[in-house]
């Protein structure tokens, strides 16, 4: 591995996240929020003010602070890294912008498979994403050991529809536009992607990741046979290549792959080499537990709009959540990320009410 400073990190206090990705016996169900670095936060909003996104996603230093914040107020189980998805096409050359009220943006979105030919095909990872894992590193030092840190990618289906649609959409249709009409020009830009997402995938283990998680966000708008072909392929691929490739090096990192609304997909997800599958709120856990055999841990999969339910009801949702996935094999989160108006308060009860009412179950045991 390229060296990248000093590499006494701090001695792991609390293991719980890392051993329920592989299935062991944990003292209480861990549990951590999708976009717990967020607005939600007051002193998330101050870090913010004034600041380009993406000029903060380069500071090592402010993207080690945000990813802190969330843990001084709530006793969360592992850490995120703060940054963003679309680092990938703003380093295969694409410009990306995010603009307020409107969220990122694509000045010039691809349009037709010419226009493959303007984007960097080889993409040096370790230059154009340094800043990215000079964040995880920091960001292991400052942990103190206090809780693992996860690092993130998007999948190349959400990618490709980044890039195409030009920034969020409902129906995704321009990018599965693609999908119908240009198969092999598709399948071209979602190779390319895979490859710089398994190298950046390792370049974050270097740099100190403990975890990776790859979202494939945009899995919903995607029918079965779809998902079968441009989806799995590259996510199995992924979890493979770098799997093999940290071996070679006597090392394995757990990961998690998030591929919201992608219900359909949950037998096979569960056999695509991710210790974990994460799951958004429209699956029930037990028929989550059952589909996917006992073979992958689980994470997920609260509403996150259950936060807005007052702190007795909260507990009670997260009790029929705990009884239903069980407390081994599974890490407590939401469906998908906690919104800006969400009450700060409610999330800390969200996490008190998994540690507390698992302990409860385990002491059953
Ligand atoms: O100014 C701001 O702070 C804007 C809000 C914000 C934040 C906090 C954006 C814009 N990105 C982020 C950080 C971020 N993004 C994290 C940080 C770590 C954490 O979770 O605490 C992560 C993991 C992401 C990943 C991400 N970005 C995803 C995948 C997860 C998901 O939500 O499905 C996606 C789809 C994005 C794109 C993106 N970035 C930001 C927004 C508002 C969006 C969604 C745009 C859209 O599709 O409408």
């Avoid at 590193?137 to 890039?163: D, Q």
């Avoid at 830009?189 to 398994?198: A, P, R, S, Y």
């Avoid at 979202?215 to 199995?236: I, K, M, N, T, V």
Wanted: proline fraction near 7%; hydrophobic fraction near 40%.
């Amino acid at each position: 591995a390229p060296c990248r400073g000093p590499k006494d990190f701090p001695k792991l206090k609390n293991d719980a996240f890392l051993l329920a990705c592989r299935g062991q016996e944990t003292p209480h169900v861990p549990v951590w929020c999708m976009r717990q670095a967020g607005r939600y936060l007051p002193e998330f909003r101050e870090s913010r003010a004034g600041k380009d996104f993406f000029a903060t996603c380069r500071s090592p230093a402010a993207c080690c602070e945000l990813t802190l914040q969330p843990l001084r107020r709530f006793p969360f189980d592992a850490a995120i890294i703060f940054s963003d998805i679309l680092v990938i096409p703003q380093a295969m050359g694409m410009d990306v912008q995010m603009v307020a009220g409107k969220g990122p943006t694509f000045p010039e979105p691809l349009k037709e498979p010419e226009d493959l030919l303007l984007l960097q095909s080889k993409v040096d990872v370790n230059k154009e994403l340094d800043y990215v894992f000079k964040a995880i590193t920091l960001t292991r030092h400052k942990l103190e050991g206090k809780v693992p840190l996860i690092g993130f990618t998007g999948a190349p289906w959400t990618l490709m529809a980044y890039m195409i649609e030009g920034g969020g959409s409902t129906t995704q249709s321009k990018a599965k536009r693609w999908l119908y009409r240009h198969p092999e020009a598709s399948h071209q830009l979602l190779k390319m992607l895979t490859d710089i997402i398994v190298e950046y995938l390792l370049g974050q283990v270097a740099a100190g990741a403990q975890a990776l998680q790859v979202f494939e966000s945009h899995a919903g708008c995607l029918g079965p046979a779809e998902f079968q072909e441009f989806s799995l392929p590259y996510l199995r691929d992924i979890a493979r290549k770098v799997k093999d490739q940290l071996k070679e090096s006597g090392q394995d990192v757990p990961m998690i792959v998030f591929a919201k609304d992608g219900h359909y997909g949950l037998e096979d997800l569960s056999q695509s080499h991710y210790e974990v599958v994460g799951l958004d709120w429209t699956i029930d856990p037990r028929s989550a537990r059952e589909r996917t055999g006992g073979k992958v841990s689980l994470q997920g999969n609260m509403d996150p709009c259950a936060l807005y339910a007052p702190k007795e009801r909260i507990y009670e949702i997260v009790k029929k959540m705990l009884e239903g996935f069980g407390t081994r094999g599974y890490i407590a989160n939401l469906g998908h990320g906690l919104y800006p108006d969400m009450d700060p308060e409610n999330v800390g009860a969200f996490v008190e009410a998994v540690h507390a009412h698992s302990r409860h179950l385990l002491n059953l045991k």
